[in-house]
């Protein structure tokens, strides 16, 4: 059952990257509420799979890569239509569904065995600090798309795709999309904390991925705090201030990704029960 909606999710989200393409070339209404009809159904088989998996598990789809990797997918698809709806978002459309796609086709890949959750996870704790983690990580993920399309646009001519896009300010929306993020970020950091307390007796223990963690919310805080700096630095132009702004935001992204999957390359971290391992 999983494989067969995952793979239907994954073209849904092929078909609704290329749709949101077409939109913004031929730009009829039809189009624009075709691609995004096809995204919402893409959701909404990323839904019936996190569900599927959840009762499947009899605990909070988290445990492992490959739940962790089908909600992620299904968090960006979530905070991807609130943001349309807010917005009005346009080709980061397409970008949202390759990203979804990418992660669905990695979780393909990973390997879905149930296993009975070890005694630490057994907690509501799991599930709070988890989907808060990532609800932040799906906005900051959108973020550093927003951020690569006002880089990308800053050098295209006039009159193509991301011209298109002029009436929005990407490095504006950026900002707006990581100040919405950044409050889920702090919150799953400080669950983790209380979690890490009831756990093991401690709040904070420099595990390996507690340390990335942190580093990750550093650096989107520098972010925030960068239209107070950066006109204070004499040597910074105007214009060059949201191009630091947004090449802050693809490296904060790259943190977040290490954190979240790199992690388990590190031998250091073999041991650590924050990891998400391959099985």
């Known amino acids: 059952m999983g494989y067969v909606t995952i793979n239907v999710a994954l073209l849904a989200f092929i078909v609704a990257s290329v749709a949101c393409v077409m939109k913004e070339i031929w730009k009829p209404d039809i189009i624009r509420r075709a691609a995004l009809a096809i995204f919402i159904v893409g959701f909404a088989l990323n839904t019936v799979l996190v569900i599927n998996r959840w009762m499947e598990a009899g605990h909070a789809p988290f445990s492992n890569l490959y739940e962790s990797l089908i909600f992620y997918a299904w968090s960006v698809g979530l905070v991807y239509l ?4 807010m917005y009005s978002l346009r080709i980061v459309g397409a970008l949202a569904a390759v990203m979804i796609m990418l992660t669905l086709l990695y979780a393909s890949t990973s390997d879905e065995t149930i296993r009975p959750l070890m ?6 704790w799991l ?11 799906a906005a900051l993920g959108i973020s550093f798309l927003t951020a690569i399309l006002y880089l990308v646009g800053r050098t295209r001519p006039s009159g ?7 009436g929005i300010d990407f490095g504006n929306l950026s900002y707006k999309i990581v100040a919405f993020g950044f409050p ?5 950091m400080v669950t983790g904390a209380v979690w890490a307390n009831k756990a093991w007796g401690t709040y904070w223990s420099w595990d390996p991925k507690e340390t990335w963690s942190l580093i990750t919310w550093l650096i989107y805080l520098v972010y925030l705090h960068s239209p107070l700096v950066l006109p204070k630095m004499q040597m910074i132009s105007k214009e060059k201030r949201p191009v630091i702004q947004s090449i802050c935001l693809i490296v904060a992204f790259l943190a977040v990704v290490f954190t979240y999957l790199g992690l388990s390359y590190l031998p250091s971290a073999a041991d650590s029960a924050h990891v998400y391992q391959n099985q």
Request: hydrophobic share 50%; proline share 3%; aromatic share 16%.
């Open 160 to 166: 193509t795709l991301i011209a298109a896009d002029s």
């Open 127 to 137: 599930t709070v600090h988890v989907i808060t983690y990532f609800i932040g990580y």
């Open 82 to 85: 609130i943001l349309e709806y």
């Open 184 to 188: 889920f970020l702090t919150l799953g």
């Open 119 to 124: 005694p630490a996870l057994q907690s509501n």
